[in-house]
C-alpha cells in the first residue's frame, strides 16, 4: 500500500471527495427529472373519443397549466391534423365580407382552454397522443379516434 505524502494527499481526497459526490449527483439528477414529469402538462380533451373520416371534428382541450397560446399540435403519425377553416362550421348570422375566417384553434381568455378542430379524414383508429405546442410551453393529450362508419358493405 502507497503512502500518502503532502504531494498525494490532495489528489486522494478530491477521489475520495468525486466518489462520495456521485451517488448525491446522480439522486439529484433523477429528482430533477421526476420533477419535470410531475410538473409536465397535460390536457384533458373532452369528447375523448372522435370519429374518423370527419372534415371538422371539434374538442375542448383543458390544460393543467398554462402554456400560452397555442400555436400548432403535433399528432405524430396518427393522421389527425388541424381542420381547415374553410372546413369549419359557420353561421350565416354572424358572417359578413368583413368578418376573418374562423381559426382551427381558439384560446380561452384564462389560457388554459382550448377549443381544437380537427380533420379526422385519415385519421388511424385508435389511442393517439398529441402535443399541444404553446408559446411558453407544450401540453400532451390523448385522445380516441373511432373507425370511419364501413359504408362498402365490408368489400373494399
Do not use: Y
Amino acid at each position: 500500500m502507497r503512502k500518502l505524502t503532502k504531494a498525494t494527499f490532495p489528489v486522494a481526497l478530491a477521489a475520495v471527495a468525486a466518489f462520495a459526490m456521485a451517488p448525491a449527483v446522480h439522486a439529484q439528477d433523477t429528482g430533477t427529472k421526476a420533477e419535470a414529469e410531475q410538473n409536465a402538462c397535460t390536457a384533458q380533451v373532452n369528447p375523448a373519443s372522435i370519429q374518423a373520416g370527419q372534415k371538422a371534428v371539434q374538442v375542448q382541450a383543458t390544460l393543467s397549466q398554462s402554456v400560452g397560446a397555442i400555436t400548432s399540435v403535433d399528432a405524430g403519425e396518427s393522421g389527425l391534423e388541424l381542420a381547415a377553416a374553410s372546413d369549419l362550421p359557420k353561421s350565416e348570422m354572424s358572417r359578413s365580407e368583413t368578418d376573418a375566417e374562423p381559426q382551427p384553434i381558439q384560446m380561452a381568455a384564462e389560457g388554459n382552454s382550448a377549443t381544437l378542430w380537427f380533420n379526422t379524414a385519415n385519421a388511424k383508429p385508435g389511442q393517439q397522443h398529441l402535443t399541444l405546442k404553446g408559446e411558453q410551453g407544450d401540453c400532451t393529450a390523448q385522445v380516441t379516434v373511432e373507425g370511419a362508419d364501413d359504408t362498402s358493405g365490408g368489400s373494399k
